[in-house]
């Protein structure tokens, strides 16, 4: 008896004592290991361990049928030493067909960021999610970057969900015409929950949707290289609570699509609380207005968009389409309940007495986990 109750503890010890890079993950024949992230999940579902450090080495793919669960206060940072040939190939993406469960928390966000001591924008890629959900690009689209495809014909599909989380320093530069954004949503459903994402020193944009039907809620985007946030390609859906601050292009650019502007299912996208504030940086030009109208712009509403006094007195930006210039000839471009009129492309025109994201041109309350 005493000989069985030795084995026992061994082999107890022994199965603690095994190095974080042999933690067992879930369901999935995936080999996880906490200083070298990459790969594909290509079965089952892959659990993240909110007390470790991971270190993200080059694509991490969630193939079609897996699960990533990332809990709260995890957190993944990108290789400190990846050169700027390597920060295209570090980037966490979801598949058509695959599901991430982001599971922050206000109290401990999912944190995202460079592993590098002096970090800053593009040393890493992003975070890219494919689904089935309509674009009108076709149903069988390659994602910008990444190589994924998306798009089909549910609009509810169900990605998953993304809830606190801080991703920054992404945006690293794939070629000359595609870079990274903070977060992409290629033909993502409504079936997806997407809420409280903070974005922080993005090389390009901060959060885009191409097509899909996803809704969103509670985005602060702070210091983006190229717009902040861009929807195009049919995206439908509502996007409610918008902080931007630090605008180098549009603080939003609308679309509908590059090759064709009346192409159908036609962008409609709705948006309300929202603040745009150019910041005092002088890199900071806000070079295509508070909003970027553009191929065709689609159908886009505000409701409550309050325009710092530091943006540029003209409100938007305007694509010289026909498809752009129909639209908003038949009031599909409307702005704090006025219909947009090319006449009287002013700040002051349509934006009064909004409050914004909450608070006008400071952070709104309920932002106040970015700051943690």
């Known amino acids: 008896m005493r000989k069985s109750i030795l084995a026992i503890a061994i082999l107890a010890l022994g199965l603690t004592s095994c190095s ?8 999935s024949t995936f080999d996880l290991k906490v200083d070298n992230l990459k790969g594909n999940i290509t079965d089952g579902t892959v659990t993240l361990d909110a007390t470790q450090t991971y270190t993200l080495t080059g694509g991490l793919v969630v193939k079609s049928g897996a699960t990533l669960i990332i809990p709260a206060g995890t957190k993944i ?31 401990k966000p999912v944190i995202m960021t460079s ?14 999610i494919c689904g089935d959900a309509k674009v009108n690009t076709g149903d069988n689209g390659t994602s910008e970057v990444g190589g994924l495809l998306y798009g089909g014909n549910n609009n509810a599909d169900n990605s998953g969900s993304i809830t606190y989380l801080k991703i920054s320093y992404t945006g690293s530069k794939f070629s000359d015409s595609k870079e990274y954004n903070g977060v992409s949503f290629f033909g993502v459903g409504s079936g997806t929950t997407v809420n409280n994402i903070y974005t922080y020193e993005s090389g390009d944009d901060a959060v885009e949707f191409f097509g899909g ?14 717009d902040s946030l861009d929807f195009a390609d049919g995206y439908i859906g509502t996007i409610n609570n918008v902080y931007i601050s630090g605008v180098s292009n549009a603080g939003i650019e609308g679309s509908n699509n590059q090759a ?33 109208f553009k191929e065709g712009g689609g159908k886009q509403a505000y ?25 908003i000839s038949a ?42």
Do not use: H
Request: net charge neutral; charged share 15%.
């Open 20 to 27: 974080k890079d042999d933690k067992p993950t879930s369901s």
């Open 77 to 107: 940072q990108s290789d400190p030493t990846a050169d700027t040939e390597k920060a295209k190939t570090i980037f966490v993406a979801v598949e058509r067909g695959a599901k991430i469960f982001v599971n922050g928390t206000a109290a």
């Open 115 to 128: 592993g590098k001591t002096t970090p800053a924008e593009g040393n890493w890629g992003g975070l890219i």
């Open 213 to 226: 039907a996803v809704n969103a809620s509670n985005l602060v985007l702070i210091n983006s290289y190229d």
């Open 260 to 292: 064709n502007d009346i192409a159908l299912p036609m962008t409609d996208a709705k948006l309300s609380n929202v603040s745009i504030v150019k910041g005092s940086e002088a890199k900071f030009t806000a070079s295509e207005k508070a909003i970027n």
């Open 303 to 327: 409701t409550n968009l309050f325009v710092a006094n530091d943006m540029p007195t003209t409100f938007a930006k305007l694509d010289s389409g026909t498809g752009a210039t129909a639209r």
């Open 331 to 372: 009031g599909d471009f409307k702005v704090n309940g006025i219909n947009f009129a090319t006449a009287n492309n002013t700040v002051a025109t349509y934006v009064t007495t909004q409050t914004g994201a909450g608070n006008g041109a400071s952070l709104p309350t309920w932002a106040a986990w970015t700051s943690n």
